[in-house]
């Protein structure tokens, strides 16, 4: 469906006075509309930028990644470079885009070739199983610094292709429509939560969700699904609550979230409760989809269930924009939130 455009030049939330991700892409690289001649898009902020070319729409967008940043220093080539194409694999899901094409730029310390095969065979076996081809790129030295070496930093930019006017964006959510996720988010950060020693998990869980945060899957199939009825649709990479934070901006509305109601995996459910919510809630790096729609889709949302790869679960409504985001839990209580990830907070 038509997902509302939202044609305002600033549309990413400035934190409060500090410059954080989300400020200083606002304040340095959010400029008015000047390309006289160029592809129209909406503004910046969405998961991906839906470009018009004459009769046609594609959906692109761009991730960078670094080892330290987004992986741990020692993480298996492999996992980058399936988890590298996966991430950008997802944004284009999250507008309901089919991929068909990506660039890989790659700033490397040093010509590995042990680590460059299984970082290869990881990103083609992304690309093989999405359809997707290398079609270019750019590969430089990352030069040390002060003696120490340079660090692995990753950009892929993907591009997928939009049916018609069907895609979704952060705009369009209404009062009164429900929100809903798919899979069961907060595992990844199990795993790196207990890596960073924040909390401990079963010794026979942590396999499960380090494979959670090493490989996720990005829902392509389902965006394809929901372009017809939601209204709007972000990928979950900060956290649920931030990226739903994002939708509520694009869409100018709010939210109530049922913490009763969120899905958890069998192994989420071992945990305590207290480290349940700050994985499931602001975790991070689940590349699930965080999506809404009206009631009355309810019953065509569920039949996804049905044979789907993923489960969708409904998990709060959309409130007028005056009401500040809550998230109640059994007793209707507001439960207190972390922050999700951002990297300069
Ligand atoms: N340096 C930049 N210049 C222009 N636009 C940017 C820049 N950095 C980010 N953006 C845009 O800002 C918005 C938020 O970026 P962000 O990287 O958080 O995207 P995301 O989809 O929320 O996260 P992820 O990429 O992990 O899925 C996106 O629309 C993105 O295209
Ligand atoms: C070593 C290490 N430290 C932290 C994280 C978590 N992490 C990094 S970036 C990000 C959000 C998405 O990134 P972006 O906004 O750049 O797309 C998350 C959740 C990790 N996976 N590995
Ligand atoms: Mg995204």
Redesign the pocket.
Known sequence: MPADADDSPCS?SEGQGSLD??SL?KRF?VRPEIGAGAWPSSS????C?ILTIGAVKIAV???MMALGTHFLDDADPYTVGKKALA?NL??LAAAGASPKAFFLSIALPEADPVWLKGFSEGLFEAAERFHCPLRGGDTTKAASVNGLPGKTCISICAMGEVEGDSYMTRGGAKPGDDIWVSGTPGDAYAALGSIWGQFEVPVNDFSYFKARMDTPTPRVELGQKLKSVATAC??I??GLVG?LG?ILERSKVSAILYWKDFPRSEQMKRLPEKVQRRCVLSGGDDYELLFTAPKNKRAQIENLNEGGAVKVTRIGEIAPAAEPLKVLDQDGKSIELSKSFNHFA
């Open positions: 990413i991700e989300f892409i690289f910046i902020g969405d998961d930028a967008t761009a991730d991430v997802s944004d972000c990928d990479s900060d990226d994002h």
